[in-house]
């Protein structure tokens, strides 16, 4: 490959595709954009397709997805019946020009030493004539010859990996380009129950819009996700402007938790609180990001009502006029009578899922006066 990203046998380069969870696909499609200049083809639930003028480490950067991959095949016209599985061994078999891909691949996950590592998976969403191991049958199949003679099948942190993921009528097939880490995270050390996805925080801290010099706070930070997630924003966009990031809760573990995690990636300042008295200065905070305690996290259903509308006591005086929140819930119907009651205004909400229960996140701004 050339020092401008291009292969060096002047063949195209492919589509990249990024997977994202359910909801945040605009999100995601904003940063290939914004963040490393992609342009962006084709958003479907749970992906994002793309080109780049070249392929370098830049997009393994993106915060908001949970995997990337090299484009061999996609397919938006599955029948939902057995014959796929004739569809999905030939497009296998003769789309792709493997040899590429696998250069390519290789140019942005340099080989370990050792013996070379694949392996192959294969995800199904959905209803249909057959079922996920007949999919992985037709996938083997249609790869056969296709992996260099000598490599070795792993089914742990193999060096290259091939996916096939199917979902409705659409099946996408690539060469993985990310690792774990990315959807992960290095930092995250320790976890406690219900922890936030960290590309969905990512994805929140996006839709604040942090600039230089403003105060954000978490006011319920759990392990910490939302304000690591900040952190990383904070460094690349305080452009010598300092961003001070907050963040407490109530249980002393998870304060303990966070510091854990942040230890590597920032500073913030913690503190063990209860996010319905605030120990903060009113008018003190331009952003809050947050993902409030939902229903199951409480010894009650009947307990979240009175929570967030102290809760939200605490966040129109915290706030500044003008600010803007970044919340995740559940109990979202509540929520929002709750910030209406203050005069806040919501400027958008998608859903997504938070531990395989539907929830919105949702955007509002304050009043400016």
């Keep these: 490959m050339s020092r401008s990203g291009r292969p060096t046998d002047d063949k195209p380069l492919p589509p990249l595709y990024a997977m994202t969870h359910g909801g945040i696909e605009s999100t995601a499609a904003d940063e290939i954009t914004r963040d490393i200049g992609g342009e962006v083809k084709k958003t479907a639930r749970g992906l994002v397709v793309f080109r780049t003028d070249t392929l370098n480490d830049k997009v393994l950067s993106l915060r908001t997805t949970e995997d990337v991959f090299l484009m061999a095949w996609g397919s938006d016209s599955l029948t939902y019946k057995s014959e796929d599985l004739e569809t999905l061994r030939t497009w296998t078999a003769r789309k792709p020009d493997w040899d590429h891909l696998f250069k390519l691949h290789h140019k942005i996950r340099p080989k370990t030493k050792g013996r070379p590592t694949y392996h192959l998976v294969c995800q199904m969403q959905g209803e249909h004539g057959f079922r996920r191991a007949d999919a992985r049958a037709a996938f083997i199949e249609g790869l056969a010859g296709k992996i260099p003679h000598g490599w070795h099948y792993s089914n742990e942190n193999a060096w290259l990996e091939i996916w096939l993921t199917i979902y409705s009528k659409t099946a996408v097939c690539g060469v993985r380009l990310s690792d774990r880490t990315m959807r992960h995270r290095t930092y995250k050390l ?180």
């Design 190 to 369: 320790d976890h406690i129950a219900a922890s936030l996805r960290p590309t969905v925080a990512a994805a929140m801290v996006r839709l604040a819009g942090i600039g230089p010099e403003m105060t954000v706070l978490d006011p319920f930070c759990g392990a910490g996700t939302i304000l690591a997630e900040t952190l990383d924003v904070a460094e690349k966009r305080s452009r010598g402007g300092q961003v001070r990031v907050i963040g407490g809760d109530i249980d002393p573990n998870a304060v303990f938790v966070t510091s854990q995690n942040l230890e590597n990636v920032g500073r913030a300042s913690l503190a063990r609180w209860d996010a319905t008295a605030l120990p903060l200065e009113t008018a003190s905070v331009d952003r809050i990001i947050s993902n409030p305690p939902f229903g199951k996290q409480l010894s009650s259903i009947e307990q979240i009502g009175p929570l967030y509308e102290a809760a939200a006591e605490e966040w129109d005086r915290v706030l500044k006029p003008g600010g803007r929140a970044v919340l995740l819930a559940m109990e979202h119907e509540g929520l929002k009578r709750t910030l209406h009651a203050h005069r806040w205004s919501q400027a958008r909400q998608t859903r997504v899922r938070l531990l395989g229960q539907p929830a919105i996140l949702s955007v509002w701004n304050k009043p400016a006066i």
